[in-house]
C-alpha cells in the first residue's frame, strides 16, 4: 500500500506529526489485536477531530470485519479498503479528497501485482517477503481463512525478481513470509513448491541469510528438510506453529497432525540440521482442555524442547467452530497455565542461551541499543527480529547491517551478550 501511494505521487513519511493523512492497517483474527487497531483508530480520529491531520483511513482485516458498524461508529474514519481491495488504496485518497467516503470491501483474496512498487518499513538490511496470501486450512479457532480468503500463490520468478530488487537495495536477509508458508505452491503449481522457492532465493547474489517463518509441521517434507541440511544461506531456524500437545485437543482444534507426529518430524530436523534453532507458538485454555491435556502440552513442551514460543490464551472469536464450542475455559484459568508453560519455555530457551556461552556466532546488527548507550543490538539465525531476544554487543562502533563474528559470554532469558571476535572474520566497516 504505501508503495501505491508512494507511485500516486503522495509522499510516505515516517513520523505522524509530519503527516496529512493516516493509514492504519489493522489485524483483527483475535480480540487483542482488534483492540490494538480500534486503539491506534481511536487515536487518529481524536488527532483529526483537533484538525491536526485531515485524513483517516483504514485498511485491512478489522475493516473486512466490522465494515458497517465502523463507519456507522467512528464517523472520523473517511474511508475502508478491505483485504481484497488493497489495490485501491491510492483511489480511496483520490476519492476523499474530492468529498466521498468510500468503503471498497470486496471478497478478501488480493496479491500484490507483480514488479509492482514497494516501500520497505523495516531497516533496509533486512526484508519480509510474503511468498503467498490467505490461507486453505480450516482450523477451527481461527478466523484468518475468513478474512484473507483461501491460499494464493506469487509465482516463483516474481518472488525471486524482488529479493533481487532488495538486495540492490542493500537487505542482507530476507525472511519469508505468509500463513502457511510449507504450502506454498499448492494454489499456483498444484504441490508444494517451497524447497524448490528455497534453492533458487538462496543464489540471489547480496542475500546472506534467508529465513522461513510459519512452516505447518505436517507439510516438513524430506525434501524441504534436505533444503535445510544442504543450503549454508538457509539459516538453521524454523518457525512451526504446533499449537498443543494433546491429540484430543488438536483434533478439536483441526490441526493436521498428532502429537507425536510432530515429536518426530522435530527429532529428524535436529537429527539432519546441526544446531537447529525451533521456535513454536502453543495455545492454553481451548474449550474443553482439561487438566489432563494441559500436562500433556507441558510434556511435549519437554519432548520438542523449543528454544523459541510463544504461548496465547485462547480467544473465542465469532464465526469460528471453536466459539460455539463446549465447555469454555475461565480467563483465570487459562492465564494460570500460560504462565506455567511460559515458565517451563523460558527455562529452555534460557538454557540454550547458557549452552551457547564460549561459542563464536556470526551476527547481523541492528543498530544501537535503547537500553544503554555503550551497546548495539545485533541478532545471530537463532534471533528472527521482532519475535526473539537479541545479542548484545559492547561495541558502539558498529553500523546496521554489518556482520561480524562475536564470542558468546553471557546468557539470561531471551537474550545474550557478546564480544567481538577480532580477525578476518570482520567485515570492514562501510558507510550507509
Ligand atoms: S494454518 Fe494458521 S492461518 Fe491457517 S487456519 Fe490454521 S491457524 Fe489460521
Given at each position: 500500500m504505501l508503495g501505491l501511494l508512494q507511485q500516486a505521487g503522495h509522499e510516505v513519511v515516517p513520523?505522524?506529526?509530519?503527516?496529512?493523512?493516516?493509514?492504519?492497517?489493522?489485524?483483527?483474527?483475535?480480540?487483542?489485536?482488534?483492540?490494538?487497531?480500534?486503539?491506534?483508530?481511536?487515536?487518529?480520529?481524536?488527532?483529526?477531530?483537533?484538525?491536526?491531520?485531515?485524513?483517516?483511513?483504514?485498511?485491512?482485516?478489522?475493516?473486512?470485519?466490522?465494515?458497517?458498524?465502523?463507519?456507522?461508529?467512528?464517523?472520523?474514519?473517511?474511508?475502508?479498503v478491505g483485504t481484497g481491495d488493497f489495490g485501491a488504496v491510492a483511489e480511496a485518497f483520490s476519492r476523499v479528497a474530492q468529498g466521498d467516503r468510500p468503503s471498497y470491501i470486496g471478497e478478501p483474496g488480493w496479491l500484490a501485482p507483480e514488479g509492482g512498487p514497494r516501500v520497505v518499513s523495516t531497516p533496509r538490511h533486512y526484508a519480509y517477503v510474503k511468498v503467498s496470501e490467505g490461507c486453505s486450512n480450516r482450523c477451527s479457532y481461527c478466523l484468518i481463512p475468513s478474512l484473507r480468503g483461501p491460499q494464493k500463490d506469487?509465482?516463483?520468478?516474481?518472488?525471486?525478481?524482488?529479493?533481487?530488487?532488495?538486495?540492490d537495495e542493500g537487505a542482507r536477509e530476507v525472511i519469508l513470509v505468509s500463513q502457511d508458508t510449507t504450502a506454498y505452491g499448492r494454489a499456483i503449481y498444484g504441490r508444494p513448491a517451497l524447497p524448490g522457492l528455497l534453492r533458487k532465493v538462496c543464489r540471489v547474489p547480496g542475500i546472506e541469510w534467508v529465513r522461513v517463518l510459519y512452516t505447518y509441521p505436517s507439510l516438513i517434507?524430506?525434501?524441504?528438510?534436505?533444503?535445510?541440511?544442504?543450503?549454508?544461506?538457509?539459516?538453521?531456524?524454523?518457525?512451526?506453529?504446533?499449537?498443543?500437545?494433546?491429540?484430543?485437543?488438536?483434533?478439536?482444534?483441526?490441526?493436521?497432525?498428532?502429537?507425536?507426529?510432530?515429536?518426530?518430524?522435530?527429532?529428524?530436523?535436529?537429527?539432519?540440521?546441526?544446531?537447529?534453532?525451533?521456535?513454536?507458538?502453543?495455545i492454553v485454555g481451548f474449550p474443553g482442555e482439561t487438566n489432563a491435556d494441559f500436562r500433556h502440552l507441558l510434556s511435549f513442551i519437554d519432548e520438542v524442547r523449543p528454544e523459541r514460543a510463544g504461548v496465547f490464551v485462547f480467544s473465542s472469536e465469532e464465526g469460528t467452530e471453536a466459539a460455539v464450542l463446549p465447555d469454555h475455559i475461565g480467563p483465570e484459568l487459562a492465564e494460570e497455565r500460560r504462565g506455567i508453560a511460559m515458565e517451563r519455555l523460558a527455562h529452555l530457551s534460557r538454557s540454550f542461551g547458557q549452552s551457547r556461552i564460549g561459542t563464536i556466532q556470526r551476527v547481523l546488527v541492528d543498530g544501537p541499543s535503547d537500553e544503554s548507550e555503550l551497546?548495539?543490538?545485533?541478532?545471530?539465525?537463532?534471533?528472527?527480529?521482532?519475535?526473539?531476544?537479541?545479542?548484545?554487543?559492547?561495541?558502539?562502533?558498529?553500523?546496521?547491517?554489518?556482520?561480524?563474528?562475536?564470542?558468546?559470554?553471557?546468557?539470561?532469558?531471551?537474550?545474550?551478550?557478546?564480544?567481538?571476535?577480532?580477525?578476518?572474520?570482520?567485515?570492514?566497516?562501510?558507510?550507509?
Open positions: 513520523d505522524v506529526r509530519q503527516a496529512r493523512g493516516v493509514l492504519v492497517n489493522t489485524c483483527g483474527f483475535i480480540a487483542d489485536a482488534a483492540q490494538e487497531g480500534v486503539d491506534a483508530i481511536l487515536r487518529y480520529a481524536d488527532m483529526k477531530a483537533r484538525g491536526r491531520i485531515d485524513v483517516l483511513i483504514v485498511a485491512g482485516c478489522l475493516a473486512q470485519r466490522y465494515r458497517d458498524d465502523m463507519m456507522h461508529e467512528i464517523p472520523e474514519i473517511d474511508a475502508l506469487r509465482p516463483s520468478e516474481a518472488i525471486v525478481s524482488e529479493v533481487e530488487r532488495l538486495a517434507t524430506d525434501e524441504l528438510m534436505d533444503v535445510f541440511a544442504s543450503e549454508p544461506t538457509l539459516l538453521p531456524y524454523l518457525d512451526i506453529p504446533m499449537q498443543h500437545g494433546s491429540d484430543r485437543i488438536l483434533r478439536a482444534m483441526r490441526r493436521k497432525i498428532t502429537r507425536q507426529r510432530m515429536i518426530d518430524v522435530c527429532n529428524r530436523l535436529r537429527s539432519r540440521i546441526p544446531g537447529l534453532v525451533i521456535r513454536t507458538s502453543l551497546l548495539c543490538v545485533a541478532r545471530s539465525y537463532a534471533e528472527a527480529p521482532d519475535v526473539d531476544g537479541s545479542v548484545f554487543v559492547g561495541d558502539v562502533t558498529l553500523r546496521p547491517g554489518q556482520f561480524l563474528d562475536v564470542r558468546i559470554t553471557d546468557a539470561v532469558e531471551y537474550d545474550v551478550a557478546g564480544e567481538p571476535v577480532e580477525g578476518p572474520t570482520r567485515e570492514p566497516l562501510e558507510e550507509q
